[in-house]
């Protein structure tokens, strides 16, 4: 059995070996920037508004003289911050069709970077920002320009979306392992998606471990274990990048080789948990975060995803040598088109989504 076990590993070692080999003499082509908005070909119906009508594209360049941002916890902010929040967004949904920064477009973008609708010219694979290294980078730049976007519309570059801290399990009221309530309080607001799952209302608990649906699990045990959940997939399985990121994607090749541990679940399962694409039911109106088409029509998708982030960084604060970005060039060269605040076209590397220093936004406590 033990010599059995012995040749297995030897096995397992021979062919990283040879896949780590050969994935050294494939890579050598980051990922150019697409060409928005005519690189789209989308069976979803998710091209950005053609013909363009900004400036031309240019390399986005950090800005020194933006006030930093400070995002807050979702369980913690004032009745005063929830009404800015509500605004921003109503005045993003009041935005045109032909305004790429449209709340409609920004969901566009989302499913344009991830559903089979960006093809290089001559690519046999579609652009995919899921399932790798691209997942982190892309949603934190996606995430990024939408609250510039809302800045911008509010006339206040002090503006920082919130966070909301489904890692945090106390068992009090204030909570962060509930749907933030100022999504689900009021049908009327610019916060409010229809389309959710009914077992995510509050003051249900979040469950970080189980793939959409309602549960049966207590209070007690959800705690339990969603905080085992993050430790495994923050501390004890993730010690370096390849874990932590997923696997490297570069120019050419068909992407979603293996997603990072923190990609699947908590992130993956938040989304299926609020937007459960229950396969009893038929594809229904309740699932827009369980559908990556979709998912970025629903106003928690943002703060979801500025917790992603801000769990990003805790994992940067963890003791170990090996917890910090690749510094592959496939990686940090790597580059995205976006359209900023002003509705311009911009290429940003991923050597520049790295450095949040120069994109003058922090949270305001990492441990909330
Ligand atoms: Cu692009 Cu949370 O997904």
Redesign the pocket.
Known sequence: MLLHGCWWNFGLLVVLTITTTVMRFTHGAPLPAPNLPDDCNSEERCCMPRPYTGKPRRQFAFNASLPVRLRRAANLVDEAYIAKLERAVQLQRELPDTDPRSFSNQRNL?CLY?DNALYYPGSAWPLE??GGWLFLPW?RMFVYFNERILAKLLGDDTFALPFWNWDNQAAEPPQGNILPYFYARNKSSSLWNKNRNNCSEPPLLVDLNTVGGCTSKTPEELRIQNNRLLYTQLVSGAPAPSFFFGLPYSYGEAGQMGSGTFEDSP?GTV?LWLGDPNPDKPAGPYDDMGN?AV?ARDPA?YG??SN?DRVWTIWNSLPGEHRREYSHPDFLDAQFTFYDENADLVVVNISQALNRTGLRYDFCSKFQ
């Open positions: 989302h991830c920002v899921h949603h992130h989304h990556f998912a998708f979801h995803h992603i």
